[in-house]
């Protein structure tokens, strides 16, 4: 056994002199999102409904489910670092050729990954301010500048998006489409012109996490002659998988194969990949959740207006309810978390003054719905 | 909806173009393993026996596959990103400290984590040549350099890995123990005057993925006042967890932070972290799991002297077998995949004499003995 003998100080590094790199010393102590685990371990309180990170309530595919439980007999094997069979069923299903196409585990190991295999230190991106939080932790994570560009009554501001990326010479530019926080959408041809007016050597991050919810009018076709375009898919939310961590990136295939060059090829679980394989086959429960999601969008526009409050229309499984001012938006947050409601205000301005609220349940929905009830009420008593 | 109208050739980045940074241009299209999905598909052969990965055949504890049942029910949630339970008992039973602990997605992403927050494009890295091919993807995939030192009788050679990181002014030195893909190990007392031979700068990353199947006096203490060392576990071998992508790293608290800072916080599967912890409860199963792995090493070193070939005496739950050199190896490997039996020869001489196989269980070890025993009374026959 280890004799226990003690390693004398001139022998040990200096804690303070660890030998991080050059980016890492710089980089700030911040994490993109705090969870509803860890807001419960911080405060206290436990979490009655958890509608605060766009997860899908309605959960997964019962075909998935039984897939997933099946797979737990091969939990002990290593999943397919070529996601072969789940690319197969992309393909077939969307169109995506299996050369244009990465699975990983979720958008935000892919946004990672995609910014390591282009942005070099000091290189700039473009975003809007208040876009999701993650792309810009691994843009501070790799060196990357951020140029960040107000939204316009809370779409993203195309036009100056693009002519912030030819001023700066920017290496990339992300945009979520339906957007988040805002729940907003362009439509496929409002993209395509976006695309156009971007510079040569721009690449194009497009975030269709919510595409499922959307109108049809924001479907690209499946392959395009422009190698700039990287767009970006998940199993996390329709698809009711979030906890699974499964995604994909549909590229170029010399983006492909830059990725795979890179990419963690043993990093996607197996349960995740019979998962979302299931899922893929079961198209049925896919529209009766985008169904079930409208329905609620719907009664939350109602139920904002009731409460005087301005609800945006969304593409997404969430709707973002402008309160008026930031101040509001965050005693809101509060008092919901008070009562065991888990929901989000996006940090940045003027952002955050909305409060952004998945789409539930019916029951859900109808708890929601009385506990902001009570608190408006509470508070117009109060004021 | 989009009207498909063609981008001009002018607009279009051209292929060629594309802005890949530095690094990425350079790496060469290599993956660190082929996976028996992979050669199922290149050859046509089904895998009948799958000894070639060193997954664990004896599956995961009833304990850990019930918690993961019970959680694919909450599946569509994002997992804790502090995997906070997990540590806390990680915690509790081996006496790693919560400020000192990282989850990932199992040991790769964690190498790949630490290569990142350490080494700078042109910095080197020292380990033996023929160690772990991830390690080494990541550290070419970030721009380090590598410097490979032989083993010596199928042991890593300490006093050179030493000699070369202090000679090359090294980032960090990786090492296994008990080591992949030979199977030996070093007593927790070489590895510590190992430790204290490296420079005083030089991070030592002590991949520990076979740990529980070693002799007692493998163990270092839970914690160590040097901040130069970072070990790594993982549940994918004793706990039967691979599929299921779940690793932590134990380090001084600093370097906990800094992983921290660029980690993919939300990228480790909810199902992972039930089944990890279940399996950690389970001390009973892992003790089984050991006692069953000594069994079938055994046979497997009298299988191999059977044969005429020399067994490496092995501290995991695998045996790498001395077939004399490296074509009787590679024909092996290939006579045994045309049975459906997965198993490996590592690529880099002189260890490409060694046929690495993962202890089956009863049933399977007695399948390999039957194919094995064929295989070589046919060669006998026809040399």
């Known amino acids: 056994m280890y004799n226990g003998e003690k390693i004398t100080a001139e022998e040990v590094i200096a804690i303070s002199q660890l030998p991080f790199t050059g980016i890492v010393q710089t980089l700030p102590d911040t994490v993109p999102f705090t969870a509803p685990e860890q807001m419960e371990r911080q405060s206290g309180q436990k979490t009655i409904l958890r509608l605060g990170a766009n997860e899908s309530p309605f959960g997964m595919s019962p075909q998935a489910m039984q897939a997933m439980a099946a797979s737990l007999r091969e939990a002990m094997w290593y999943g397919d670092p070529e996601s072969y069979d789940l690319r197969k069923e992309l393909e077939r299903r969307f169109g995506f050729a299996m050369g244009r196409t990465v699975i990983d585990s979720g958008i935000d190991a892919l946004l990672g990954l995609l910014v390591r295999v282009f942005v070099e230190p000091g290189q700039s991106v473009v975003t809007s301010k208040g876009a999701y939080p993650t792309f810009l932790y691994h843009v501070a994570g790799y060196g990357g500048l951020q140029h960040l560009v107000p939204y316009l009554s809370y779409l993203n501001d195309l036009d100056k998006l693009a002519a912030t990326a030819r001023e700066v010479k920017a290496k990339m530019v992300y945009l979520a489409n339906p957007d988040n926080p805002t729940g907003t959408y362009y439509t496929a041809l409002e993209i395509?012109?976006?695309?156009?007016d971007l510079p040569a050597d721009c690449l194009f991050l497009l975030d269709e996490a919510y595409v499922e919810f959307a109108p049809g009018d924001i479907h690209l076709p499946p392959?395009?002659?422009d190698a700039r375009l990287v767009r970006l898919r998940t199993f996390s939310k329709v698809h009711g998988l979030a906890g699974c961590r499964i995604g994909y990136a549909v590229a170029h295939p010399d983006i492909v194969k830059a990725m795979n060059k890179t990419r963690n090829h043993f990093g996607v679980n197996?349960?995740?990949q019979a998962g979302a394989l299931a899922s893929l086959h079961d198209a049925g429960f896919v529209t009766r959740v985008v169904q079930e999601t409208a329905k609620g969008r719907q009664e939350y526009y109602?139920?904002?207006?009731e409460l005087g409050f301005h609800a945006l229309e969304s593409?997404?499984?969430f709707v973002a309810v402008d309160v008026g001012d930031a101040e509001r938006a965050g005693a809101l947050v509060n008092d919901l978390w008070r009562s065991g409601i888990?929901?989000?205000s996006p940090?940045?301005?003027p952002l955050n003054r909305l409060v952004r609220i998945t789409v539930g349940t019916p029951e859900q929905r109808q708890k929601l719905a009385t506990t902001l009830r009570g608190i408006c009420r509470g508070n117009r008593k109060e004021g």
């Open 192 to 196: 395509a012109e976006f695309l156009r």
């Open 223 to 225: 392959e395009t002659d």
């Open 270 to 272: 197996r349960m995740a």
């Open 302 to 305: 109602d139920l904002a207006a």
């Open 315 to 317: 593409a997404t499984n």
């Open 342 to 344: 888990f929901v989000r």
């Open 347 to 349: 940090g940045t301005e």
